[in-house]
């Protein structure tokens, strides 16, 4: 079965620094990548995602991740952070492979990005 | 405009009354999965379809269940809540293959 691992529960920067939230995962075929994110009392928007193709994937609000298949990770990251880039960001995996009726999708525990001016 | 709609927002309900959490999608989406959110778990999966009539048990299926009876529809009942049931749902749907999910707005439950 597949994983997900986001190894920091939280991660602060400050306001135009650069940021990086990490992702490592684990599946048994290729794997498609996802990332979400959630602001306060709302459900999960869609930020990205990496199928095939280029490595490096640019998503919505200036946000890009970059695939490393040698290493297994995902890590979200953006040049300049913004104070309302603050949120809980979610990593998430779909296996290639089917596994009985093989849609499972699973989500990483969620990093705090905190943003501060 | 595409959406997933789940009602109701919040619900606060007592332990052992039965309750209807639904789910409807108006994107004809295949796929439809129920999640609860609770603090330093992340997102597990309840109950997931691949297509009306066909339904599978995610990571935390007990004391859930679920049915697809319609394409669009994909409602989540607790038969008999318990208080460990108190929690953020979030229904999604997606295509089939390699798409991401779209997510409803949650429901916030809270059994006394």
């Known amino acids: 079965a597949q994983s997900v691992a986001q190894p920091e529960d939280q991660v602060n920067v400050a306001e135009g620094n650069p940021l990086t939230v990490k992702c490592t995962y684990s599946v048994s075929g290729n794997p498609y990548l996802f990332w979400y994110v959630q602001y306060p009392n709302r459900g999960l928007q869609f930020l990205l995602k990496?199928?095939?193709?280029?490595?490096l994937v640019k998503g919505s609000y200036g946000f890009e991740a970059e695939f490393n298949k040698s290493q297994t990770s995902f890590h979200l990251k953006k040049p300049s952070a913004l104070v309302s880039d603050s949120a809980l960001y979610f990593c998430a995996v779909r296996d290639s492979v089917r596994d009985n009726y093989g849609q499972n999708f699973v989500f990483g525990p969620g990093t705090r990005l905190s943003v501060l001016p | 405009e595409a959406q997933v709609t789940q009602n109701p927002r919040y619900l606060i309900t007592v332990t052992g009354k039965k309750l209807t959490v639904t789910c409807s999608q108006n994107?004809?989406?295949?796929?439809m999965s129920w999640y609860r959110q609770d603090p330093g778990l992340g997102l597990r999966q309840i109950y997931y379809s691949m297509n009306v009539e066909v339904t599978d048990k995610g990571d935390v299926p007990e004391g859930y269940k679920v049915s697809r009876k319609e394409k669009r529809n994909f409602p989540l009942i607790l038969e008999s809540p318990s208080p460990n049931q108190t929690s953020l749902y979030f229904c999604?749907?997606?295509?089939?293959?390699?798409?991401?999910?779209?997510f409803g707005s949650g429901t916030r439950l809270t059994v006394v």
């Open positions: 999604a749907s997606s295509f089939q293959g390699n798409y991401g999910y779209t």
């Open positions: 994107m004809n989406h295949e796929y």
């Open positions: 990496y199928i095939t193709g280029d490595n």
